[in-house]
């Protein structure tokens, strides 16, 4: 891949040196493609930054809208919604008005999807309706409207609407019958989240059998699932059924030996097998499992662990270019707010020299006034600018760190005698991750993380940053009396309950879960801007 990057950096020079920025633009969003694929999230930017400004300089629309789209899906990859959001609303403001039903569909759905993992849930579905509307209009676009439905169904999920996507599952899924497979599975999916665990273990096996079928029908051949297995297992259990869960367990090793694909699954049947066995008294079995479970759950964790060394190394250095950024965007606003007050100053003195000037008085005033009325105006889009810069400022800094950076240019360290450092991630995260969508990961990461954060605010405490899947927060930072250690201990208890809730909800609908890691110490602390 390196190579390729070379070849990309070649192809940009040539195009440069004839001076064809279309070119130009083609080649560095491949160089950006790569350069994230091999993890340089910071050059990525800067060649997805660079060609929007060439395609603005060809004056091409369309090449303009597919710069921007692109930065738009490296935001969205990297967790940055907001950013995505407004790279794509630029996109959109952009598109010829006459663009067809189906491009202002995927719009539709692109734009839902980010809205739904910023929690924007009432948004999301706004935007999925009118997605629906445009692709019923649309003659043979079934599959496009079926994955709008989904998606709705999915951001109803996610809402905690439980019982409205109930609804629409059990609607889907009569209209529908002979069709897509799914509606019964998120017609499961919906009761076992509202709890109803035994209408979710009876109504199971017959929505397996439809997708087993719809499968056969559509690829001539039949397919078995291990995730199913591992479904089953648990709902039999949460019904009280461990001798079940425990005949299908032994199901699933017997059909499924472990592989890459399939280790989250191995990890899963063996922690429910150890369970169901040990209810059972099948003591012998139940250690068997759990060893096997500890043993396959330790290596991804060492796996997990070198990798994340790698993710947070690469995300701290991305924090640092978008401090840097923010400084250096706050500092040239006010160099331009300086000018802008200059100029100010200039067209005053040019007007009062202007009064005795008999008869052209008037028309020059009316020239000024006009110059003045634009200077202004000018002046409050810069002062617009520093505000939003600010804002971006404290969302990176503590409100004290950033006024003194603001005043005096940088910011002193500081001793404290004592603060309380917490810090989570979570196990197996890698493997889960291998797993899940990008979009499901990223989703459910930022689940947790508000969730945090709403702990946290209520109890006073600073967050300090995330890194990939680790979240770091202290208290008595930077107030000493704002918080004690045991609001630190407290809010990490919160924490876990909650990732235990979670656990729950996930594991009943067969979805991948995380289980929190928390360390806490408490001790002097010395805090400062690197």
């Known amino acids: 891949m390196l190579r390729g990057v070379e070849l990309a950096d070649s192809v940009v020079h040539a195009f440069a040196e004839h001076e064809n920025r279309c070119g130009m633009v ?16 910071q050059a990525a930017l800067e060649d997805h930054l660079v060609s929007i400004s060439n395609a603005e300089l060809t004056r091409d629309t369309a090449l303009l809208i597919e710069a921007i ?13 907001p950013e ?38 009432h948004e999301a579905l706004s ?23 989904q998606k709705r169904f999915e951001v109803l999920m996610h809402s905690g609407a439980f019982e409205a996507a109930l609804n629409m599952a059990t609607e889907k899924a009569a209209l529908d019958p002979g069709g897509m497979a799914s509606w019964p599975l998120k017609r499961v999916e919906a009761l076992d989240s509202l709890g109803r665990y035994h209408e979710a273990l009876e109504e199971f096996p017959n929505a397996i059998a439809r997708v087993k ?14 995730e199913r297995y591992v479904q089953q297992a648990r709902l039999e259990l949460r ?28 990890i899963h049947i063996h922690q429910l097998r150890a369970e169901a066995c040990a209810r059972l008294g099948q003591w012998k079995e139940a250690y068997a499992s759990r060893a096997r479970y500890d043993q396959l759950a330790d290596s991804i964790r060492r796996h997990d662990a070198a990798l994340e060394r790698t993710r947070f190394q690469l995300q701290y250095g991305m924090q640092q270019r978008l401090l840097a950024d923010s400084l250096n965007h706050r500092l040239e606003k006010e160099r331009m707010t300086a000018q802008a007050e200059t100029r100010l100053a200039g067209e005053r003195l040019r007007r009062n020299g202007l009064l005795f000037s008999g008869t052209l008085v008037g028309l020059a005033a009316l020239g000024l006034w006009g110059r003045l009325r634009t200077t202004r105006r000018a002046k409050a889009q810069v002062e617009r600018e520093q505000a939003r810069s600010e804002r971006l400022l404290l969302n990176i800094l503590p409100f004290e760190v950033a006024q003194e950076l603001k005043q005096k240019g940088e910011a002193q360290a500081r001793h404290f005698d004592q603060a309380t450092i917490l810090f989570t991630d979570f196990k197996g995260f890698t493997e889960a991750s291998e797993r899940m969508s990008a979009q499901e990961l990223v989703q459910e990461l930022n689940a947790c993380f508000k969730a945090f954060d709403k702990i946290i605010d209520k109890r006073g405490i600073e967050k300090i940053k995330t890194i990939g899947d680790a979240y770091m927060c202290a208290g ?27 656990k729950v909800q996930r594991s009943a609908l067969g979805l991948p879960v995380f289980e929190m890691r928390v360390g806490i110490h408490t001790g002097p602390v010395i805090a400062g801007i690197v």
């Open 26 to 41: 083609n080649a560095m969003l491949v160089r950006a493609s790569t350069n994230a694929y091999l993890q340089r999230y």
């Open 69 to 81: 789209s692109a930065l738009k899906w490296f935001f969205a990859r990297r967790s940055m919604y």
């Open 84 to 121: 995505a959001l407004e790279a794509m609303d630029r996109a959109i403001a952009l598109r010829p008005d006459f663009s067809k039903n189906e491009q202002l569909t995927d719009e539709n759905a692109d734009r839902a999807s980010l809205l739904d993992q910023s929690g924007r849930f």
């Open 127 to 149: 935007e999925l309706e009118k997605g629906i509307g445009r692709s019923a209009s649309i003659p043979a676009d079934s599959l496009r409207l079926f994955m709008l439905l």
């Open 213 to 226: 079928r719809w499968f056969l029908n559509l690829t001539g051949e039949e397919v078995d699932f291990g």
């Open 239 to 266: 019904v009280g059924d461990p001798g079940a869960t425990e005949r299908t367990s032994r199901t699933f090793l017997a059909k499924f030996p472990i592989d890459r694909l399939n280790a989250e699954e191995h």
């Open 476 to 502: 008595g930072l930077p107030d000493p009396g704002s918080t004690s250690p045991a609001d630190v201990v407290t809010a990490a208890l919160e924490m876990q309950a909650f990732m235990r809730l979670r």
